[in-house]
């Protein structure tokens, strides 16, 4: 069981990403699904996080700007950025709550970076 990031790169100010994060393994479901970011010397913060329904909360700096999404389906989920800022320069790390028959905890992908030019 694992979470897999993907979608970093390089991109301009101005410019657009989207990041995904997919459940793997012998998963029951995905509830609580989030992205956080960590920068260089600061503490890794939550960016966007969503439950199983659509409630759906962002942190004030990327409001606007990210969406977070999910297909129950493929149980990955989404981060589109657009309008990206240097100040978004981070490694960007999903986090989900995986229900398996052991039951429920939550894990951790591998971050992304994600770099933006000014």
């Known amino acids: 069981v694992q979470l897999q990031a993907s979608g970093g790169g390089l991109v301009q100010a101005g410019g657009s990403l989207r990041l995904s994060c997919a459940a793997s393994?012998?998963?029951?479901?995905?509830?609580?699904m989030g992205w956080y970011r960590q920068a260089p010397g600061k503490e890794r913060e939550l960016v966007a996080g969503i439950t199983f329904g659509v409630n759906k909360k962002y942190a004030d700096s990327v409001k606007g700007r990210f969406t977070i999404s999910r297909d129950n389906a493929r149980n990955t989920f989404y981060l589109q950025m657009n309008s990206l800022k240097p100040e978004d320069t981070a490694v960007y790390y999903c986090?989900?709550?995986?229900?398996?028959?052991?039951?429920?905890?939550?894990?951790w992908g591998k971050g992304t970076l994600v770099t933006v030019s000014s």
């Open positions: 393994g012998s998963i029951l479901g995905v509830s609580a």
């Open positions: 986090n989900a709550d995986l229900i398996t028959y052991s039951g429920s905890r939550a894990y």
